[in-house]
């Protein structure tokens, strides 16, 4: 018993997997660091940008100036706030080199060792990100916009644990293509372009074609941060509901596709030479 | 029942038949040829619970690859394998709580963290209730007198430390199986003896069911009572160690300095058994019949002015090519 909560074997499992991986990041302080400034950086970028894009005109695409940086600043955190990207290029290492092997002798599901990975580092960034993104506010002085509905707030953080739910189920399956093709840094490759375009890294997707979007929508990417952004801004609410509906139907498939793969591409493994 | 047993057990691979220069490199883009080679080739084991056995080959023998069928890490290609009456493949918890394995090259052990971090995760990991735990936990500690290393980053510690901290690991959670691939490999004399000597305890203490891999005839004669040789994925060897090193390691290889120049007259009665294997005038090595080693040696210290002198054992490869042949 941990205060009124019983824990399951498992579940102490899995909270020291978290808790260890976040003794490990502590070790790291340049790490650290330079995550604030990449953030800071990124934010810096957006308001020279977007200022010399502004002047003289009120609004760009129905976006404020002030919505905007207050777009940039969220879609930032939350982006950095995604740690699985590191699974794929983990797993490829690993299992190329034979040392994916120490998860599959231990009693732990790899999948779930991963995501215990990927929630240990967030929970230690989270700290550092989040003190950039406040002091960013603080230092440039300007309107933070940020809805006040508290079931848009409540959506749209939901969303965004879901997001990083199916990333994690998305990396961890590209990462076990390496079983197959030994080399997936082409995919990885493809994957981040691709994922930089349709999560609205790059720019807000509302300046995008309508049925661009349209097709986006099918998409889980779209989802990831852009559209909790959007509904933190105010925007987009009637789009919730699809994005649950879309959200839950992705991890589901990958709930499904990701045991099965694992198992067909370990035993298919020949593992010769390492 | 035995512990471990296998029938029949084989695997294969295929590999890419590369051929040379950019335009075997290019042709390979759009047509490849593959061999397929035998691994493993029906091989049958059977191994009672308690056993210290060897398992010995050169390298590409197929050792590795039969640890890790036996570990579930990889699938066999055909055969029966049963180890604690489950197929290891199927990777199930109940299995892999009850064995244990630790390969030279590979480590569970978070570099960045100290050995008892990864004890704690350990101890989650395999549900071991605190009590046992801590039993366990000091009961390796005190025989490894690492009591100190504990709280060392793990990135400080020397190869041989590691190599202790991950035996504790490995052992924490008191498994029926322990699989050894090339624990000793790298490590200076002194971690390797007390490796051995915690290996011993814990098979006989313990009752813990051990295969070892090593490429040290050492390792194998001082722990194993009985031995396996595997050559080319084929068991050509299963019987006592004593039994294998009295046939088959016929010669011991002795490093002789000399403080003067010396040549050695082969043409000796004492010599003529041996072959020369490298010689200056310095220094000579010789490859003596293990029987008559002795004798030679009090020939060389009356003969010689002998400055140091170094009696090796034969090294697995000659002794497996002997069986071989």
Known sequence: ?274 | MPIIETKDLTKTYKRYKKKEGLRGSLTGLFKRDYEVKKAVDSFNLEIEEGEFTGLIGPNGAGKTTLIKMLTGIIAPTAGRLSVMGFYPNKLENAFKKQYAVVMGQKSQLFFELTANDTLSLFKEIYDIPKPEFEKSRDYFVELFNVKELMNVQVRNLSLGERMKMELITALLHNPRVLFLDEPTIGLDAIAVKQIRMFLKEVNENKKTTILLTSHYMEDIKQLCKRSIVINKGLKIFDGSTENLFNTYQKYKILHISFADKTNLRMEDAQLKNCSILENDEYKVTLQVPKEASSKILDYLFKSCTVQDITVEEEDIGTVVERMYS
């Open chain 1, 1 to 274: 018993m941990n205060g009124c909560i019983p824990e399951s074997p498992v579940m102490k499992k899995y909270l020291e997997l978290i808790k260890i991986n976040v003794k490990t990041q502590l070790i790291w302080r340049t790490d650290a660091f330079f995550s604030m400034i990449s953030v800071c950086a990124k934010m810096l970028f957006a308001y020279l940008l977007w200022g010399i894009i502004f002047e003289g005109k009120e609004t760009v695409a129905g976006f404020s100036y002030s919505m905007m940086i207050s777009y940039y600043v969220l879609n930032s955190f939350f982006s950095s706030m995604d740690m699985s990207g590191s699974i794929s290029y983990e797993m490829d290492d690993k299992i190329r080199n034979g040392s994916f092997s120490k998860y599959m002798i231990i009693p732990v599901l790899p999948q779930a060792y991963f995501l215990c990975q990927t929630i240990g580092k967030a929970l230690f960034y989270v700290v550092f990100t989040f003190t950039a993104s406040f002091i960013w506010i603080f230092i440039f002085k300007f309107d933070f916009i940020i809805t006040a509905n508290a079931l848009h707030v409540v959506s749209a953080f939901t969303l965004l644990l879901l997001g990083y739910l199916f990333m994690q189920q998305f990396h961890y399956y590209l990462g076990l293509l390496t079983f197959k093709f030994k080399n997936i840094f082409l995919f990885l490759m493809i994957k981040d372009n691709i994922f930089s375009l349709i999560s609205g890294a790059v720019i807000p997707l509302v300046l995008l074609p309508h049925e661009v979007i349209s097709v986006f929508k099918f998409l889980p990417f779209y989802y990831i941060s852009y559209l909790p952004t959007m509904i933190l801004l105010g925007r987009n609410s009637e789009e919730v509901p699809q994005a649950f509906i879309t959200m839950l139907l992705w991890i589901l498939v990958l709930a499904v596709v990701n045991p099965a793969t694992y198992k067909y591409y370990r035993t298919k493994f020949e593992g010769a030479g390492i």
